[in-house]
């Protein structure tokens, strides 16, 4: 059931972000151009698409969806993307990541300092455009709003990192734990960039409900997004997902799977679960063997039945808006591209 | 002639920083409690003042000479510290600095990861803060441009700050590169401070010209605030700056005295002089032997003298802005202090 994210705006979005980037003349701003995949090391144009501009996406289609003006609004969906990448150049640093999407990360080629100091310089970048929205029609009160809200999402990205961090070292932390990290981290920006496109594109008599509908269809959706990625990390097709079976349980992450199996393991199992995942390094008869004790308890059923009940939420949100359902299907696709892909 | 900073709404601008970074009940606030003093590292209370309070006391004084309400604007003076700190935060990782004022610095208790993701925390409370204006009564344009004026200034720390690390290698750095440098890295953030403050104290029709002198104003102090660090970090009394003499020399530091110098010198001294900077660690003997080769060009003396044109450029720009001497008063107050001190 591979099915691929629809390439919805994905020029606009492109041209905007090219243009928020490059429009302040900042040394700094060739580092930003390689991770975004439009230059290469030494700073030559080599267009290399590395995200998928999911957040802008939504963003655009729930505005879409409500009836609003692309066009106006591009630049709240161009900041959640910066916001996206501001946060993965730290991650990349907070995680030791030397290569993501098969390309050296910015801090393996550019340093630790520089590259703390490229995703700051992000961090504002992405705060100067969603400015832009009063220059676009957008009125004060909005963009005002608008700022908040992605502020807002920022420091429950952080909140979410910090847990994210603290949880590497224990092994107490629950699903219940887990979630509530994942809600933050994953899936504040996405219900930003949704509640984002259908606040600035609807009309302000009835802008808050259905506001508050469109975020809470991408934290659900979010979610989803997340648990499925948790699957995929442990039981993924390497064709689809370009990563090895078990990619995360080598790599000792503590996603759904592995914490509810912890959670139903007791005795000579939860003992070697904690053995093995205190070790520094994993082979494959280890990882394998986690793979199977996950297996024991139905971790995979259990986490897949996790991603349909947060999808079923997310399109009873949708429904709730009351928006006609022909205007809805652009996001549903987009939406179900996502829980049910195998990549 | 030791001169303190005046004590200058010290307790209002703690409250609003206090409620700032306390009222969102995230995990990772414990670590810029610690940061900002007012918390040990285990959590308890226990208040040290570490920072000066600087840029929100330039604000209110702006505010108050413009005939502003001090707290109405409290939300910009506690941004613009914020945002300081958010930038003290990732200095010291990629400084690699252990202490900051006699305490460990964030990175020390809590590791590098935590580390750059409570600065991020903090950037993101500083961006919420500003927002806080049009709850005080601010109209919306002028919450707008603040946040505007706030982001363009964050964006010019870390374009400062990627030039600064690209310096440290190199031998051919300029005075007027450095002084570029520096105009971004320290005296945006001072600009930007004392600005706010004018823009948010002056009513709307003659705001922009006020506005303009004291951005000017900081900057220029700015410039003089730094250059007056960089001969304190070399000549400084150690009784007064707690720091030994030759302090930045002994980090290798490109100051002003020491781009002079280079500049000034050539043949055998140059030479000795960059051999000596391109060694690891450097024993009191080179210490004492580059601060001899500063002493033969004047290079003291020179930056003195650029501290003192840049004071005057500030105090000139106070003086454009037509307002009368006597409201005038507490910011020249606190700007000679600044240029003036020995510590």
Redesign the interface.
Same mark, same amino acid.
């Given at each position: 059931m591979l099915s691929k994210i629809p390439v919805s705006y994905q020029e606009e979005i492109t041209a905007e972000l090219q243009k928020a980037v490059s429009e302040?003349d900042?040394?700094?701003s060739s580092l930003l151009r390689y991770h975004m995949g439009w230059e290469d090391a030494s700073g030559q144009p080599k267009f290399e698409t590395t995200g998928k501009l999911l957040r802008p996406k939504l963003c655009l289609l729930a505005c879409q969806a409500t009836g609003g003006n692309i066009q106006q609004i591009l630049p709240a969906a161009a900041a959640v993307e910066l916001i996206h990448n501001f +946060?993965l150049i =730290?991650d990349d640093?907070?995680?030791d990541s030397p290569e993501r999407h098969h390309r050296a990360t910015v801090w393996k080629l550019w340093?630790?300092?520089?590259a703390?100091?490229?995703?700051?310089?992000m961090? +504002?970048?992405a =705060?100067?455009e969603v400015?832009k929205l009063?220059r676009n029609g957008i009125s004060?009160?909005k963009?005002?709003n608008a700022?908040?809200m992605l502020?807002?999402a920022?420091?429950n990205?952080?909140?979410g990192?910090?847990?994210d961090?603290?949880y590497e070292a224990r092994f107490d932390v629950t699903v219940h734990d887990y979630l509530n990290m994942i809600t933050k981290k994953t899936a504040a920006l996405l219900a930003t960039a949704t509640a984002l496109g259908a606040y600035l594109g609807t009309a302000d008599d009835e802008g808050d409900r259905i506001t508050d509908c469109f975020y809470s269809f991408g934290e659900y959706l979010g979610l989803a997004f997340q648990l499925r990625d948790d699957i995929l990390g442990i039981w993924g097709d390497e064709k689809q997902t370009g990563k090895p079976v078990g990619a995360d349980i080598k790599k000792k992450k503590k996603t759904l799977p592995v914490l509810y199996a912890l959670e139903k393991s007791s005795g000579i199992n939860r003992k070697e679960f904690e053995e093995i995942y205190s070790r520094r390094l994993l082979d494959g008869k280890e990882v394998t063997r986690i793979v199977g004790l996950l297996d024991k308890v139905n971790a995979g059923k259990y986490a897949q039945e996790k991603v349909e009940y947060y999808s079923h939420q997310a399109f009873a949100q949708l429904e709730a808006t009351g928006i006609e359902a022909a205007k809805l299907a652009p996001l549903e696709e987009i939406a179900h591209s996502l829980v049910q892909r195998d990549y």
């Open positions: 302040h900042v040394g700094v +946060s =730290h640093i907070e995680d340093g630790k300092a520089q703390i100091n490229a995703g700051d310089a961090f +504002s970048i =705060h100067l400015l009063r004060e009160r963009t005002l700022t908040g502020s807002r920022c420091l990205l952080c909140e990192q910090h847990m961090i603290s």
